[in-house]
């Protein structure tokens, strides 16, 4: 139940373990991009994985939800207004397979949901399947079983990382533990629905708090007179300090969307993770300000913003820093902008219409280009700098300010 950028890998990966699998998305252009082979975004080696399953009717497509044994919803779970979560397309797929489901089927909510979730969705099942109980008991396994996949590695990770699996009942997380076990090379590790909802939650919040750790950590720099870099590759010399690397913010579907789900639960107490939120959306808002005040110095500065994507190797723009960075130069300082982002060919639906920014290559950013914002540390970008002929003015993701290899305070960028 949902065919995007989990479900599409889940379906091909389990249609490639013996399963028989029947693919369902709401949406039909959805469905009709992956018959013909045409889906956005799919990794390597995924496109042909999805496609042989297909052509071996290992992978069916459905328009609508068919009758199966294990029903497993990958469908998003974004942020309202407010940073409330939205669960809307939860709630609808669970009320679409409810009317399907029969005695000892199995539901598996894999999106990433708030603390009590899955025990709520299943007493969404029961309250539209009362018949489904017995004595007091409901006859349908639920589960909870979080996606860990890190974008990048999507295939890999699918398999190969161990799963925390938590249940609503002794039942639901022996059926569903013993599911994923068959596909599963990493260990499965099984607990209650709420500890396994909160565990997901938890360990993208860590992340975050790391990643605010080191962007807080390189605006603190730029302000004492420190490379941030540097700094950062000594501290980590000590055996016990592992300090992230600081960027233009943090982005992805997830990083900056889950914390929230933990903040909307308790509110007194996520004062960290609130804080690392912000943290890491400050970063992003002091970058651009890093770049308005360099342009400021050029009478008709042409920007080149290097990197689009939400974090290096991957062509996902999905609340991605450089994104908003550029939208906001276009906007807001109607600036004559090249992009260069090697994994994309066409620029974003928020972009695309804007007359002040273009897609080149790197040859053309260093012709045309003035000033360089590196926003995406992706590997082609390596040793760019020293490409620069004299007078173009490179800034790296701690706003630090140079020509070739001379660094700059703002008073001499011009
Ligand atoms: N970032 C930094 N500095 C770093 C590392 C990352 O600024 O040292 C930035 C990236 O550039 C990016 C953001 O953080 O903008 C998030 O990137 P990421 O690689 O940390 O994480 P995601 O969003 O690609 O994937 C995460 C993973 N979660 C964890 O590692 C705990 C992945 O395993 C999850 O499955 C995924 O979220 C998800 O779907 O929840």
Redesign the pocket.
């Known amino acids: 139940m949902g065919l995007g950028?989990?479900g599409l890998p889940l379906a091909a990966v389990l249609a490639c373990s013996g399963y028989e699998v029947l693919g369902f998305d709401i949406k039909t252009d959805v469905l009709r991009s992956i018959e013909s082979g045409e889906m956005q975004g799919l990794e390597s080696p995924l496109g042909p994985m999805v496609s042989d399953a297909i052509r071996r009717r290992a992978l069916v497509l459905c328009d609508s939800v068919p009758h199966a044994e294990i029903y497993i919803l990958a469908v998003p779970t974004p942020l309202k207004k407010k940073h409330q979560v939205d669960l809307s397309c939860v709630e609808k797929a669970v009320d679409s397979v409810a009317p399907r489901l029969r005695p000892g089927n199995l539901v598996v909510i894999e999106s990433?949901v708030p603390v009590g979730t899955t025990e709520e969705m299943s007493r969404r099942i029961i309250e539209l399947r009362p018949d489904l109980v017995r004595e007091g008991k409901s006859l349908i396994f639920v589960a909870h079983c979080?996606?860990?996949?890190?974008?990048?590695r999507v295939l890999d990770?699918m398999v190969g990382?161990d799963r925390v699996i938590g249940g609503v009942d002794a039942g639901s997380t022996r059926a569903a533990g013993d599911f994923y076990a068959t596909f599963v090379r990493g260990s499965i590790h099984r607990t209650e629905a709420r500890t396994a909802e909160m565990c997901?939650l938890v360990?993208?919040a860590?992340?975050?708090v790391?990643?605010a750790f080191?962007?807080e950590l390189s605006m603190l720099c730029d302000r004492m007179g420190i490379d941030a870099t540097v700094l950062i590759h000594l501290a980590n010399q000590h055996p016990r300090v592992n300090i992230?690397?600081?960027?233009?913010?943090?982005?992805?579907?997830?990083?900056?969307v889950?914390p929230w789900f933990l903040v909307q639960s308790e509110p007194l107490e996520t004062r960290l993770i609130r804080t690392a939120r912000r943290v890491?959306e400050r970063?992003t808002a002091w970058l651009l300000k890093r770049i308005e005040e360099t342009i400021s110095h050029f009478e008709k500065p042409v920007i080149a913003c290097l990197g689009l994507a939400?974090?290096?190797g991957?062509s996902?723009l999905r609340?991605?820093?450089a994104v908003s960075i550029v939208n906001s130069l276009c906007s807001q300082n109607n600036c004559d902008i090249r992009i260069v982002e090697p994994h994309i060919t066409d620029l974003p639906p928020v972009l695309a219409g804007s007359a002040c920014c273009r897609l080149v290559t790197v040859e053309e950013a260093i012709a045309e280009a003035s000033v360089f914002a590196l926003l995406?540390?992706h590997d082609s970008f390596e040793g760019i700098q020293a490409r620069l002929p004299d007078g173009k003015v490179f800034i790296d993701?701690n706003g630090v300010v140079s020509s070739g290899s001379r660094k700059f305070s703002m008073e001499v960028v011009s």
Request: charge should be negative; glycine fraction near 10%; proline fraction near 16%.
């Open positions: 950028y989990i990433t979080p996606e860990r996949v890190l974008p990048g990770e990382v997901k360990e993208n860590s992340r975050d790391s990643i080191a962007n992230m690397d600081p960027g233009p913010g943090a982005g992805g579907h997830c990083i900056p889950d890491n970063k939400y974090k290096p991957v996902d609340e991605s820093p995406t540390r993701p």
